[in-house]
């Protein structure tokens, strides 16, 4: 059997996929949150108001108790405020503050360049 395998490409993607999480990381201490709080906050602006701690224990793929700590202290440092659900009282709903959204679109748009750069690696390793 002689299957096509591009490992290079594979290696150069996997590269950049570290390189724009440093840069992530990086950008995240410069706007003054941690990786992990930017990481919280992108994932709850990401599902649009609609975030609950269950879904970000699904997305970021971490224990349930890692999570509820970083929403509390994302929500100690005036990023994420919670919202309990008008249908289910044992759900509630979490949404970046004023804070937590400037703080969140510093990074996004710093990382701009790197997103567009990594699409199209991306892009390019599935031709």
């Given at each position: 059997?002689?299957?096509?395998?591009?490992?290079?490409?594979?290696?150069?993607?996997?590269?950049?996929?570290?390189?724009?999480?440093?840069?992530?990381?990086?950008?995240?201490?410069?706007?003054?949150?941690?990786?992990?709080?930017?990481?919280?906050?992108?994932?709850?602006?990401?599902?649009?108001?609609?975030?609950?701690?269950?879904?970000?224990?699904?997305?970021?793929?971490?224990t349930?108790?890692?999570?509820?700590?970083?929403?509390?202290?994302?929500?100690?440092?005036?990023?994420?405020?919670?919202?309990?659900?008008?249908s289910?009282?044992?759900?509630?709903?979490?949404?970046?503050?004023?804070?937590?959204?400037?703080?969140?679109?510093?990074?996004y748009?710093?990382?701009?360049?790197?997103?567009?750069?990594?699409?199209?690696?991306?892009?390019?390793l599935?031709?």
């Amino acid at each position: 059997m002689s299957e096509q395998r591009d490992y290079a490409a594979a290696a150069a993607f996997r590269a950049e996929l570290r390189r724009f999480s440093r840069r992530s990381e990086e950008l995240a201490r410069a706007a003054g949150i941690t990786p992990r709080q930017y990481l919280v906050l992108l994932m709850i602006a990401g599902e649009g108001g609609a975030s609950t701690v269950s879904g970000l224990v699904s997305k970021l793929q971490l224990t349930q108790s890692a999570v509820t700590e970083l929403v509390q202290r994302a929500e100690e440092a005036g990023l994420v405020a919670r919202r309990p659900s008008e249908s289910d009282g044992r759900v509630v709903h979490l949404r970046l503050t004023e804070l937590g959204e400037e703080k969140l679109a510093a990074v996004y748009d710093a990382l701009g360049p790197e997103r567009i750069h990594l699409r199209n690696m991306f892009f390019e390793l599935h031709e």
